[in-house]
């Protein structure tokens, strides 16, 4: 069974008294395990798809299926129990708390899930050493280079297990070298069995995942898978 499927989603707004069409009738499967880059300009839609994806808005008519459940009709508080359950976000800009350090950072969403204290703590460092900061935490974000924290949020994001993990423009924030670095992280990550989801306009980071999906004007242009290196 297909960890998400998608059957002709739309995605309408009004804008300043016309409607803009976001998604029109897209349907798609990705499979759990499956390493997949979204890619499009401004404006093609590719932002809207990772919405809906990550539960952050649901469709104005279609069906999407999240491991097995329907969550396209959900209401706000429905789909926040499913977001904190199934998916793991990580963004641009880090959103890490300044005045927390990074095991706290990490704790966070297992709060919210009320996991008793020795637990969390246990679960979160387990979670850093993933991400290589066995060694770094207990320093805060301004402690932290460009990379160390982007790494910090994806411990975070990973820390409750969820079904996906949604990356949105990751590297977005990195110099190259550190780019690279969070990369080759969520390649390891894709080896290791994670579902991986990244939306980017760079091609270099698409041609890293396993299958590029190409959103112009609403539409999936393409489908591609990618070839592993020989």
Do not use: W
């Not at 409607?19 to 880059?37: K, M, N, T, W």
């Not at 550190?178 to 041609?207: C, D, K, P, W, Y």
């Amino acid at each position: 069974m297909s960890l998400i499927r998608i059957q002709n989603v739309s995605r309408r707004y009004p804008m300043g008294g016309e409607i803009i069409h976001a998604l029109r009738d897209v349907s798609l499967e990705i499979a759990r395990g499956e390493y997949v880059a979204i890619m499009g300009p401004s404006g093609s839609g590719k932002s809207t798809l990772m919405n809906v994806l990550g539960c952050l808005d649901t469709p104005t008519s279609g069906r999407y299926e999240l491991n097995g459940t329907d969550v396209s009709q959900m209401d706000d508080n429905a789909l926040a129990e499913v977001r904190n359950r199934e998916i793991g976000f990580v963004f641009q800009t880090f959103n890490l708390l300044p005045r927390s350090n990074a095991l706290h950072n990490v704790e966070l969403p297992l709060i919210y899930a009320g996991m008793p204290g020795a637990e969390r703590r246990k679960t979160a460092l387990e979670a850093l050493a993933k991400v290589g900061l066995a060694d770094r935490v207990h320093h805060r974000p301004n402690e932290l280079s460009g990379g160390q924290r982007q790494r910090v949020a994806v411990a975070r994001a990973l820390v409750n297990s969820p079904s996906i993990l949604l990356a949105d423009e990751p590297t977005g924030n990195l110099d190259s070298k550190t780019g690279e670095e969070i990369l080759a992280l969520f390649e390891q990550l894709a080896s290791a069995g994670n579902t991986i989801i990244v939306v980017t306009h760079e091609e270099e980071v698409a041609r890293r995942a396993r299958r590029i999906l190409r959103i112009r004007d609403g539409l999936i242009a393409s489908d591609e898978a990618v070839p592993k290196p020989a």
